[in-house]
C-alpha cells in the first residue's frame, strides 16, 4: 500500500496550484482521504478530509473557499485543486488514507490515517 503526492512548487500569492495523490496496492475510492499540511516546527495540519460514508468533503477554515477536494476513482487518484494561494500557505503537503468510517470530528485528526504520502512542498513567495 502505497500514497504517493505530487505536484507542489513555487507560485506566487494569488496562484494555483494542483496537488495529485496517486494510489497504489489498493483502490482509493474504499478509502477516506486526508490532505495534512505542516511547516517546519509545527504541527500537521489537517486541512481537507473526503470521507467514504459523506459526498461533502470538510474543509478547515484556513482553506475553506480557495480549496478543492476531487477524486478519480477510475485513476485512483485524488487531487487537491489550491486557488487564491497565501504565503501563509507554504508547507510541505501530505496526503493520507485510512478504510476506517470516519465521523466528521475525526476527519481531519492526524491519527486518524494509516497510510501516508511523503509530501511535496509548496511554496507561496512573490
Known amino acids: 500500500v502505497q500514497l504517493q503526492a505530487s505536484g507542489g512548487g513555487l507560485v506566487q500569492p494569488g496562484g494555483s496550484l494542483r496537488l495529485s495523490c496517486a494510489a497504489s496496492?489498493?483502490?482509493?475510492?474504499?478509502?477516506?482521504i486526508g490532505w495534512f499540511r505542516q511547516v517546519p516546527g509545527g504541527e500537521r495540519e489537517g486541512i481537507v478530509c473526503s470521507r467514504i460514508t459523506s459526498g461533502s468533503p470538510s474543509y478547515s477554515n484556513s482553506v475553506r473557499g480557495r480549496f478543492t477536494v476531487s477524486r478519480d476513482n477510475a485513476k485512483n487518484m485524488v487531487y487537491l485543486q489550491m486557488n487564491n494561494l497565501k504565503p501563509e500557505d507554504t508547507a510541505i503537503y501530505y496526503c493520507?488514507?485510512?478504510?476506517?468510517?470516519?465521523?466528521?470530528?475525526?476527519?481531519?485528526?492526524?491519527?486518524?490515517?494509516?497510510?501516508w504520502g511523503q509530501g511535496t512542498q509548496v511554496t507561496v513567495s512573490s
Open positions: 496496492g489498493f483502490t482509493l475510492g474504499d478509502y477516506a
Open positions: 493520507a488514507a485510512t478504510r476506517q468510517r470516519l465521523i466528521l470530528s475525526q476527519c481531519r485528526l492526524e491519527g486518524s490515517y494509516d497510510y
